[in-house]
């Protein structure tokens, strides 16, 4: 029961770190999922994934020889911080309403398949009026699940490579 208790607990505080880094790291790293229902379903999962992970670390912070007192304090305090996190994940959808909307392709790669200049369209819907902005992006499909967008200047394609694509 004791290592039940523990690998809950340690596996709680792995999906907290994840489901809190992967926001921090994509402010870094371009990496994007390719369609939007599996962005949407992680969104999901990790809207009610911390809180409850959150709860789920009381199987290792609750010991068997603590006072009643203290047992209570760290269900109270865990309790609020579950309850601030989906306060704050709430307050985080509708904190960034703009989003980026792949358009038409216009080039492929000769030789990689998953290589592909395409137009991109990052807009607020509306919550803004003006028209969306447009910009050229070199997409890299790294896996059926994810992309590589990159920006790139098409006056400096080398046209040996690439392949127009006529819509």
């Not at 770190?17 to 962005?39: A, K």
């Not at 309790?79 to 392709?105: E, R």
Request: overall charge neutral; glycine content about 6%; hydrophobic content about 45%.
């Amino acid at each position: 029961m004791i290592y039940f208790k523990k690998i809950i607990f340690f596996i709680s505080i792995v999906l907290i770190i994840f489901w809190v880094s992967t926001p921090i790291i994509g402010l870094f790293i371009p990496l994007e999922f390719s369609n939007r229902e599996l962005e949407s379903a992680f969104e999901h999962i990790r809207f009610y994934g911390i809180p409850i992970s959150i709860l789920l670390t009381l199987f290792g912070s609750i010991k068997t020889n603590e006072s009643k007192g203290n047992i209570a304090g760290k269900i109270v305090v865990t309790f609020i911080i579950s309850g601030l996190s989906i306060f704050f994940l709430f307050i985080s959808i509708f904190a960034n309403m703009c989003d980026t909307t792949n358009g038409k392709t216009l080039f492929e790669n000769k030789q990689n398949e998953n290589l592909k200049i395409i137009e991109r369209e990052y807009g607020c819907g509306a919550t803004d009026s003006s028209p969306p902005n447009v910009s050229i992006y070199k997409v890299r499909q790294l896996t059926k699940y994810f992309i590589y967008p990159t920006k790139i200047d098409t006056n400096d394609l080398d046209k040996n490579e690439w392949l127009k694509i006529n819509d």
